[in-house]
């Protein structure tokens, strides 16, 4: 085999080997290009925690407010309930934070 063959034939092996690298790059980009996608479509999802808070913050002051011109104290199981509506809003805050990362 001639040196011009033997060049010809290592050019083009390493010809195939670059382009198999670029066809596994390409497809890398692509793969973790849907899964940003996916991604951000479920962390919108779980924004309705800020607005679980929200509603819960607003509803809560209004009976609080209620009670307090009635002379009543709000039923005290309500209370339990604040600290997981802080919690939602925690959670909500940091999904937020995620998502605003897309």
């Known amino acids: 085999m001639s040196e011009k063959n033997v060049s010809k034939m ?11 690298l670029v066809d596994d ?3 890398a980009i692509s793969k973790g290009t849907q899964i940003e996608k996916k991604l951000k479509r479920e962390l919108l999802s779980y ?12 509803n809560y002051n209004q009976l609080l407010q209620k009670a307090k ?8 199981e ?9 919690g939602f809003e925690k959670k909500g805050q940091a999904v937020k934070k995620a998502y ?3």
């Open 10 to 20: 290592l050019f083009s092996n390493q010809e195939k080997v670059e382009l198999a």
């Open 25 to 27: 790059i390409k497809t």
């Open 47 to 58: 924004n309705g925690l800020l607005r679980a808070a929200g509603m819960f913050d607003k």
């Open 69 to 76: 011109e009635l002379g009543i104290e709000p039923p005290s």
């Open 78 to 86: 309500l209370k339990g309930l604040v600290d997981i509506a802080k």
């Open 100 to 102: 605003n990362l897309f």
